[in-house]
């Protein structure tokens, strides 16, 4: 059997998790123009919250060497037999609370 999953997670120069990937991204089946960018809204029906399968080190895929959060959840796609995903989350840093940052992810 075949497993997908998106994990990732963002820290800063301490460390701390910044975002970690959970049920509070919006992942979408269907590509969009401009997903990517920070102006993009996901105000169309394509977009839904997140599906957390497993936590970082659980299930198929076990620990994922690298500088991935222990607290990231492997993510996907409410609809779960798609193949190509796109999910993505808005960050806002403490260094710059007034900037909005966006992590994009394809799979």
Do not use: K
């Amino acid at each position: 059997r075949n497993y997908a999953g998106i994990l990732a997670s963002l820290s800063d120069a301490d460390g701390e998790d910044i975002a970690v990937t959970n049920a509070t991204w919006r992942c979408s089946t269907v590509l969009e123009n401009g997903w990517e960018t920070v102006g993009f809204r996901e105000h169309s029906d394509n977009w839904s919250y997140a599906m957390e399968i497993r936590r970082h080190g659980q299930g198929p895929w076990g620990w994922i060497a690298g500088h991935i959060s222990g607290q990231a959840m492997w993510i996907w796609s409410r609809e779960s037999n798609i193949e190509t995903v796109y999910c993505r989350a808005r960050v806002i840093t403490r260094e710059f609370s007034d900037q909005e940052n966006h992590l994009t992810i394809c799979r």
